[in-house]
């Protein structure tokens, strides 16, 4: 009888220690929603002309979409870490460049579109001014990333303009 306890005991811990290994933080429908953008992907400008290429993973357990953005114009390379937060209920992302520069973008995911802003900040002319990021999942595979600076909520100058298509 008591080997039989034993056994239980050991065959109910087994399982409780296996179900805690196999928890997965960020495996809900919400940390799912960017999923779309992961893969390696040749980038085109609205001309067809090249603009680079970008390689987007899961990191961290699934935490993390990480970006690595080479330009076709040499020199010039970038990398985000886009997250779920859990906290503020919604995505956020984090990008850096090779020139110094960096963005910190908030937002959801509408529809087939993920959009993104950064806060209102005044610029040197004294204008509020924000960029937005707007991806969108194309029917046919495709990503679109749309780069928006709005000033005064009405001016939009167009940043980035690039369509992901699957690297072969």
């Known amino acids: 009888m008591k080997k039989i306890i034993l056994l239980l005991v ?9 179900a805690q290994d196999s928890s997965c933080k960020c495996c809900t ?13 040749e980038v085109t400008n609205p001309d067809g ?11 961290q357990e699934g935490c993390v979409l990480q970006e690595n953005w080479t330009s076709a114009t040499p020199g010039f390379t970038g990398t985000s870490n886009n997250f779920y937060n859990i906290k503020t209920e919604q995505w956020e992302q984090i990008w850096v460049d090779n020139q110094g520069q960096s963005l910190h973008l908030k937002g959801n995911k509408i529809g087939n579109q ?28 495709t990503v ?8 005064e909520g009405k001016d939009t100058i167009i940043a980035f303009d690039g369509l992901y298509k699957p690297k072969n």
Not at 50 to 58: C, L, M, Y
Not at 114 to 138: F, S
């Open 10 to 18: 050991f065959v109910i811990s087994s399982s409780f220690l296996m």
């Open 29 to 41: 429908l919400k940390h799912s929603e960017f999923d779309f953008w992961i893969g390696t992907w």
């Open 49 to 59: 002309s090249e603009a680079g290429e970008n390689t987007i993973k899961k990191e």
């Open 114 to 141: 993920m959009v993104l802003q950064t806060d209102k900040e005044t610029n040197a002319e004294g204008k509020i001014t924000y960029h937005r990021v707007t991806w969108t999942d194309n029917e046919d595979g």
């Open 144 to 151: 679109r990333q749309l780069w928006e600076t709005i000033t």
